[in-house]
């Protein structure tokens, strides 16, 4: 009110004065007060309704704000978390999968071991039955020429009692036997 007061007084001051500028600038004194009593009324009522509410609108938006940005930090956290998860879980894929190769490894050197003492086993065998297979040769062959050997020793000993036996005959009987058994062979 005071201000209203002082208002209204420099306004009349300065009418009193007979300045002509300053009249052309402030209105007529009447009419300064009827605008300062209906700011007066307007403020007020801004102060009494519009404010609250403008108060509630912008405590509502801080508050939609805040809950934004706890639930960014949330959000945050929870990415920070699968992103934990996922590292382990690429850890974890890769140790397990080195150990697959590692056992694939120990499988292909156990199934190439076991090939090698097969192969060996067969060939070890082979070679025991081609020796037996000689061997069984040898004997047949020594047993053929033990016949021979004494079929030409009786048919020799059958000529040798056939004729009489003098230096010149003997001669010609090993001559003979030898050319017989040369032609064995």
């Known amino acids: 009110m005071q201000l209203l007061a002082s208002a209204i007084l420099a306004t009349e001051a300065a009418a009193s004065e007979g ?13 300064l007060i009827a605008g300062i009593i209906a700011f007066a009324i307007i403020f007020l009522v801004a102060w009494k309704f519009a404010l609250p509410t403008l108060k509630e609108t912008l405590e509502a938006r801080q508050a ?19 992103l934990e998860d996922y590292q382990a879980q690429v850890a974890g894929a890769k ?9 694939a490894r120990e499988a292909g050197e156990a199934v ?9 086993g067969e060939a070890e065998a082979i070679k025991e039955r081609a020796h037996e297979e000689v061997a069984s040769e040898r004997a047949r ?3 053929d020429l033990r016949r021979q050997v004494a079929d030409l020793s ?4 059958e ?16 001559d ?7 032609g064995v062979h």
């Open 19 to 31: 300045s002509d500028g300053v009249k052309l600038l402030l209105p007529a004194g009447e009419e």
């Open 64 to 82: 939609a704000i805040k809950s934004e940005l706890e639930a960014a930090e949330k959000s945050k956290i929870e990415a920070s978390s699968l």
């Open 95 to 103: 140790a397990e999968a080195a150990k697959i190769i590692a056992d």
């Open 112 to 120: 190439k071991a076991d090939i090698i003492a097969r192969a060996e």
């Open 141 to 143: 062959v020594a047993d």
């Open 154 to 157: 009786i048919n020799v000993a």
């Open 159 to 174: 000529k040798v009692v056939a004729s009489s036996i003098d230096a010149e005959t003997q001669r010609q009987l090993v």
């Open 176 to 182: 003979r036997y030898i050319e017989e058994l040369g």
